[in-house]
């Protein structure tokens, strides 16, 4: 008779844990998302809207996800599956915290520190070699051409008589020309450009952004020993988190203002987080100044929910001083806006950009999604949704941290248009930081469910892969991006006249290329020729010596030129801009 037959133990399937069992699931959901969003981006490469075509001026965000999102969101992908695989197959942890991770938090201010000079320094080498020190954008040309203005100890600049008949053609993108006055400006709300302004004093203007992404990895480190006073541990993931996500790194590595709205937003939590201190009522002013950054909305959009949360308790006193404090500053801020307005802004046109029915998000918003699932520190997407699952179970600030997110997120699906350019999905940007701290709650659960030693070994991982892989992924993408743009700004710059002429039709995502100082004191000037008229070419005929630059050029400059025949549009007519 043979003996009875033994398991050993290390053979054993693991039993089966219903929470394991749950999380499982979420990896394999993020994983099918991700994959989703991957080859919807391949076949963004087959319709016109995913291509550089010069026929099409609105695309770009379409362009951008079709040519990076496909790595990207296949990344996120065979990580979450890596992930289910080792929790699938390992057996829950209950070790007690690793030795590395005990050091961790009897120095974590230290680390917290180190984690934020990284964070500058990653950022600040990044703006050279990453962004080669250009401003992509329209956006961030406009707060560099309000910082040289600031710098004259000017509001606005006059621009000469005989500039004025052709000053459409060289106005650059987002600045508005006063008739009233014959002066022109940014058409923002000013407090970025000021600060960009004391920087460029020193000329240490790509020093901002960098110095901006590290003061948001101290305060929500702040902010987050502020909600969880016994535990450093958690301040210390959620300083991770935020210091690893590439879409921190890389936005602070442009000329945008939403690394100043997550500066300022998570230093207005740290402030609000201590409402038995005297800087908690130091939260509104910083506020004020958060909404005057360049957009009213993205500061709006995040307090909203930690503001509701005054009356919901009936704390009346920070209710009616903060409730003082954002009115007059609101007040001051319309009455900027109405002072420098230029006389075809109404309030008609600016309410045309919101519908409440609007096809095309239906597509948008999922792919703003991804673009938050591929562009955040890959431990972010599972604990998200493990934090976002505990919602009614958490403090009231931590549930206001999550409607922040929701908030933020929904808004946007009444805009009418995509966020165009961005690293990730920079309208969220100001609201970064709730969504980590959502994060954080979801660690916790995570550990309830796994073990510590488990958990730790996942956030190890999560941290080595978002720093050793997608980080450098997203750097090249976006370098590669950047650099014929910032070649063609070079060259055409550096040539020997007195006006440089560039027909945008000639290029893909050319207009942007067209850039004067405010004073009009440099040259060459770069002048637009899609607003040429007879009295524009009297007035040119007279400004000196003309270089016209021609398509071969810019195409010999690296930008797309071409026509794409062959191509079909999509239902939703995507990259129209209508």
Not at 128 to 152: K, P, W
Request: charge should be positive.
């Amino acid at each position: 008779m043979s003996p009875p037959t033994t398991v050993r133990r290390e053979d054993a399937p693991p039993p089966q844990n219903p929470a394991l069992s749950g999380i499982f699931w979420i990896l394999i959901g993020i994983s099918t998302f991700a994959l989703i969003g991957a080859v919807f981006a391949l076949w963004l490469r087959t319709v016109a809207a995913g291509l550089p075509d010069v026929r099409m001026g609105y695309n770009v965000f379409y362009v951008l996800f079709g040519r990076h999102e496909p790595v990207g969101l296949a990344l996120v992908a065979i990580f979450s599956l890596a992930v289910a695989w080792f929790i699938r197959r390992r057996p829950p942890q209950a070790d007690a915290l690793p030795f590395t991770s005990r050091q961790v938090t009897s120095r974590a201010r230290l680390v917290v520190i180190s984690l934020a000079v990284g964070v500058f320094a990653i950022t600040a080498v990044g703006t050279s070699l990453v962004s080669h020190d250009y401003l992509l954008t329209g956006d961030e040309n406009a707060a560099d051409f309000q910082a040289r203005i600031f710098l004259r100890g000017k509001i606005t600049v006059e621009v000469p008589d005989e500039w004025v008949p052709v000053v459409r053609m060289l106005k650059p993108t987002f600045i508005d020309f006063l008739p009233s006055t014959q002066s022109w400006k940014a058409a923002y709300l000013p407090v970025y450009a000021a600060m960009r302004a004391l920087f460029q004093s020193v000329n240490l203007q790509g020093l901002l952004n960098p110095l901006l992404a590290a003061v948001s990895v101290l305060a929500l480190y702040g902010t987050a020993r502020n909600i969880w006073p016994g535990d450093k541990m958690n301040a210390v993931i959620a300083a991770a988190l935020l210091g690893t996500s590439s879409q921190v790194l890389l936005m602070a590595m442009t000329g945008y203002a939403m690394p100043a709205h997550l500066a300022l937003n998570t230093i207005w939590l740290w402030l609000y987080s201590q409402p038995n201190r005297r800087r908690f009522y130091l939260a509104p002013v910083l506020g004020v100044l958060a909404i005057g950054l360049h957009q009213p909305v993205v500061h709006a959009l995040f307090a909203a929910p930690f503001l509701f949360r005054l009356v919901l308790q009936r704390r009346w006193r920070p209710a009616v001083v903060f409730a003082m404090i954002y009115l007059a500053g609101c007040v001051g801020w319309a009455a900027w806006r109405s002072y420098y307005a230029p006389p075809s802004t109404s309030g008609a046109s600016a309410l045309s950009i919101f519908k409440l029915a609007n096809p095309r998000m239906a597509i948008i918003q999922p792919m703003n999604l991804l673009l938050i699932v591929g562009w955040s520190s890959l431990a972010i997407p599972l604990l998200t949704l493990l934090g976002f699952r505990r919602v009614f179970r958490i403090p009231p600030i931590l549930q206001d941290a999550a409607l922040s997110c929701l908030l933020t997120f929904g808004f946007y699906y009444f805009f009418y248009l995509d966020q165009a350019h961005g690293w990730g999905y920079r309208y969220f940007h100001g609201a970064f930081s709730c969504l980590v701290l959502m994060a954080v709650v979801g660690w916790n659960s995570l550990i309830a469910k796994v073990g510590e030693r488990s958990a730790y070994i996942f956030f190890g991982a999560a941290l080595a892969v978002s720093l050793l892989v997608q980080l450098p992924l997203r750097c090249v993408q976006v370098e590669s991006f950047v650099r014929p743009y910032a070649r063609t700004a070079a060259a055409i710059h550096s040539l020997p006249v007195d006006l440089v002429a560039i027909d945008p039709n000639l290029a893909w995502y050319s207009t942007d290329l067209v850039r004067n100082d405010p004073f009009l004191e440099s040259r060459p000037l770069i002048v637009s020729l899609y607003s040429l008229d007879p009295k524009a070419i009297k007035v040119l005929s007279n400004a000196g010596t003309v270089r016209f630059v021609e398509r071969e050029t810019l195409t010999q400059l690296g930008l797309s030129t071409t026509a794409f025949g062959g191509l079909t549009r999509e239902a939703f007519f995507l990259g129209r801009g209508e």
